[in-house]
């Protein structure tokens, strides 16, 4: 399988479990690299940065459009996987939300995510399939990043590839069955990282804040047969927050 190439904390392991024949390229300048589009199995859009919503749009379209004009007619259409997240479901502490959930008040940052995932998934070109991830941990740490540093400071997609066929037009929400608990957490991280407690909390100044704490109760997806193999935030806490000391080089 070829892969255009990949960073960050979903894109990275992703292209190392599909990639055989790298292709060097970038989302922000498709040209080089949409020809390739009737060559293609599946297109995994995992980008992320300031710009992430006109890059994704962007990928999309012109995705979409490269396979009409390269992929033959007789060919199967292109899967194309959306990475979006189970902030949609908004800060909500009594529903348990599920992927048929119906989006009703996304977090304020992703407003504009539903109405993507909708085009992903009605696309009349591609075999469309959106992923949310809920809560990422290990390595380098992903949102939990800024929490360790000030706990440090004492400041207190394979599967979805090979089945697209069958889920082909869904949504999926990709976690696990745990609740985790906030103050659990912070007690913990406390003990693990020998900062001085007790921690205390600050009320939200961005939007990224403010999705960071947002709560979603969420029921995992299991058509697939996928579960996630890693403990559970709380268990792990100390391997993870050893985790993200190794890949700061501290």
Not at 124 to 132: A, K
Not at 162 to 172: F, N, Q, S
Not at 187 to 214: C, D, F, H, R
């Amino acid at each position: 399988m070829r892969v255009l190439g990949a960073s960050g904390f979903i894109g990275l392991p992703l292209a190392q479990a599909f990639v055989l024949i790298p292709v060097i390229g970038e989302t922000s300048k498709p040209s080089s690299w949409l020809p390739l589009v009737a060559t293609l199995d599946v297109v995994i859009d995992a980008v992320g940065g300031q710009d992430i919503r006109m890059l994704s749009e962007t990928l999309l379209n012109t995705t979409a459009a490269a396979a009409q004009k390269h992929r033959p007619a007789h060919a199967s259409k292109l899967t194309y996987i959306y990475t979006s997240g189970t902030w949609v479901h908004g800060d909500d502490q009594k529903e348990v939300k599920t992927d048929t959930t119906p989006i009703k008040g996304p977090v304020e940052l992703l407003q504009w995510q539903p109405k993507l995932e909708r085009m992903v998934i009605q696309s009349s070109v591609l075999n469309g399939i959106v992923i949310r991830p809920s809560l990422l941990y290990g390595k380098s740490a992903s949102i939990l990043a800024p929490l360790f540093r000030r706990a440090y400071e004492g400041k207190f997609y394979h599967l979805t590839a090979e089945k697209a066929t069958i889920v082909a037009g869904l949504t999926i929400d990709a976690t696990n069955d745990f609740t985790e608990s906030v103050d659990d957490i912070l007690q913990n991280l406390v003990k693990v990282s020998g900062a001085k407690g007790p921690y205390e909390y600050a009320p939200p100044s961005t939007p990224l804040e403010k999705a960071i704490t947002a709560t979603t109760l969420v029921r995992p997806y299991l058509a697939l047969g996928w579960y996630p193999r890693k403990p559970r935030l709380i268990d792990g806490l100390e391997v993870y927050y050893i985790a993200w000391k190794g890949g700061e080089g501290l």
